[in-house]
């Protein structure tokens, strides 16, 4: 079990705020005290079915108080836990065989959840094995996969929760980020280490989530640049009153500045923040330099950061312990080259795109989201994706795939894409391909997707 010093601190909040929604789900709220004694009735029937400290579960379901409640139990067994959300149902088993799970928690419907007992016996991962020796509770989380296979990055969960110890801003916060995403753990527990109030909802569409903002008056929305784009698109803030709104955070990719201007023009009262971190990491403290710009500060308590030949590289204290399928990232001294090139102004950096999505054009390098920026722009544009493709006589060219409002002529959209981009990027960065998919270029945790020649080929 985890130890008092550890973990006691959290549960004193929840009764010292006894009385406070904890959880709103499905229009009803539940209390922190609800939460006190549901997280009690879990670790009892928890421990009649064997789980204890070591035990490797797998909790299969998105926010919902029971999920919630289970969660901290298990943290307070000293569990390994594995958060699975319905969006890696493709990959569960998958997953499941790489984690070792030994128990499957699932609560679909968000009633007390069901415990499955898998034939499997003891953790023969030596990074498993460490940490399920040192008594501490611990978190696998998946990364998504969209560059190749998905890395499970094993964390010790004691470690991840010290940083909500300080006090911060208690915000009715809504639930967008999924649960088995770093981003989304610390939503969950920056909520609830500051007696917040968390609102989940069951799909992500613009108006589900703002007609949610609406009458829950929600005042914190973490998402991501794709689904504000896709906010935008919608008009569905036309359609609801997002009044109460305080601050929109967003993060998991580069921002277009085409995207953050407009939402500043028709939510001018809104703080909008930058925010970072990785699954191998967790998440950093940050400070944009404005609401209306992309310069961010990034570290805070226990990260340290530094920039070599324009890329960035972090030491976290709160670092992974380690891939249980892959090759440890950080070198001899702790450092872990996070692939996000990056422009620096004093303390301030921008975050230009991954270094690995970076297109050499002939020996001229532009980032995706450069292009993306301008051709954001463009009238019955919803969404677009730009990548590179390879050329033997330049080496690559840039590939623009568009999702339209409207159906357009694909011959006569060309011709007002190249028009449109004439007197507003480099010749070199003008797209040399344009596609015009039916089919979304994002994932169902709402991160863009920058697909190959083939996939492209498969969606159109």
Known sequence: MISTSQLDWLLDVFRDNEAKTAILWRDREFTYGWLVERIQSCREALREHGITNGSIVAIEGDYSPEIVAQLVAL???????????SAASAQRDEFRQIAEVQVVLRSSKGDAAEIHLLDRGPARNPLLRDVIASGHPALVLFSSGSTGK???????????????????????????????????????????ANAGTLTTIEGRDPDLVCATIERHRVELLPTSPTFLNLLLMSEAYKRHDLSSLKRITYGTEVMPEQTLLRLRAILPAVEFQQTYGLSEIGILRSKSKTSDCLWVK???????????????????????????????PFDSEGWLNTGDAVEVDGDYIRFLGRASEMINVGGEKVYPVEIENVLLGMPNVKDVAVTGERNPITGQIVVARF???????????????REYCA????????????????????????????????????LS
């Open 75 to 85: 943290i307070d067994l000293g569990a390994v836990i594995v958060p699975l959300a």
């Open 403 to 417: 999702n339209l409002i409207q159906p357009e002529d694909p011959a006569a959209f060309r011709g007002r894409v």
């Open 298 to 328: 990034v570290g805070g308590e226990d990260f340290e950061t530094k920039i070599c030949d324009g890329t960035l590289w972090v030491r976290a204290q709160s670092a992974m312990l380690g891939y249980l399928n892959a090759p440890s």
């Open 150 to 192: 998905s890395k499970a990055a094993l964390h010790d969960f004691a470690v991840l929760l010290r940083k909500f110890k300080v006090r911060r801003h208690s915000l009715l916060t809504l639930a967008f980020l999924m649960l088995d995403h770093i981003g989304g753990i610390n939503t969950l527990f920056y909520v609830l």
């Open 423 to 458: 007197d507003k990027l480099a010749r070199y960065k003008i797209p040399a391909r344009i596609e015009i998919l039916s089919t979304e270029q994002y994932n169902a945790r709402y991160k863009k997707m920058r697909l190959s020649r083939g996939n492209a080929a498969q």
